[in-house]
């Protein structure tokens, strides 16, 4: 995983949509939304760990 796709897989935990994703990181939504299915387990563990750190409910 390249650290884009981590930084992305991170703000898809956070909850961001694809369109913010895509404006912040200078890719298009399709892009992000291919991410969000490549690494869909990577993004539930992600979430986890920022559920259980108190980042998010």
């Known amino acids: 995983m ?5 930084e992305i897989v991170k703000a898809l935990a956070y909850g ?4 913010q994703i895509a404006a912040a990181e200078g890719i298009t ?11 869909a ?3 539930e563990s992600a979430k986890t760990d920022l ?3 108190g980042y998010i409910k």
């Open 2 to 6: 390249t650290q884009q796709e981590f």
């Open 16 to 19: 961001e949509t694809n369109d």
């Open 29 to 39: 939504a399709d892009e992000v939304q291919k991410i969000r299915t490549d690494h």
């Open 41 to 43: 387990a990577d993004i």
């Open 51 to 53: 559920q259980k750190a």
